[in-house]
Nanobody
Framework: QVQLVESGGGTVQAGGSLRLSCTTS????????VAWFRQAPGQEREFVAY????????RYADSVKGRFTISRDNALNAAYLQMNSLKPEDTAVYYC????????????????WGQGTQVTVSS
């Protein structure tokens, strides 16, 4: 199991940018597929993006495609989510998740989760 810690959330105006970070401790991060999910108040947690362990494959939710970019630095045991052109509907708690041997968008596939970081986009 790996412990994940998100950071970088905050409040930004619509059209602005934020960069979220996900750092780990313990086992080498490079063996994990890493993903970002988000959960808005009263809604289910939804998939945002994932990147496979080598960084060779990424996938994005349609709602963020072209605006968000997932990346990772295995040497630093870290992953990132660059969020540009933010919209009020991007407001949510953002979670980092990780799993070994997984490529998928279902939250049930990921056994390792961080505590989340709040992103608020004002109009």
């Amino acid at each position: 199991q790996v412990q994940l810690v998100e950071s970088g959330g905050g409040t930004v105006q619509a059209g602005g940018s934020l960069r979220l970070s996900c750092t780990t401790s313990g086992r080498t991060f490079s063996v994990y597929t890493v993903a970002w999910f988000r959960q808005a108040p009263g809604q289910e947690r939804e998939f945002v993006a994932y990147m496979t362990r080598s960084g060779g494959t990424t996938r994005y939710a349609d709602s963020v495609k072209g605006r968000f970019t997932i990346s990772r630095d295995n040497a630093l045991n870290a992953a990132y989510l660059q969020m540009n052109s933010l919209k009020p509907e991007d407001t949510a708690v953002y979670y980092c998740a990780a799993a070994i041997g997984v490529i998928g968008v279902g939250r049930g596939l990921y056994p390792n989760w961080g505590q989340g970081t709040q992103v608020t986009v004002s109009s």
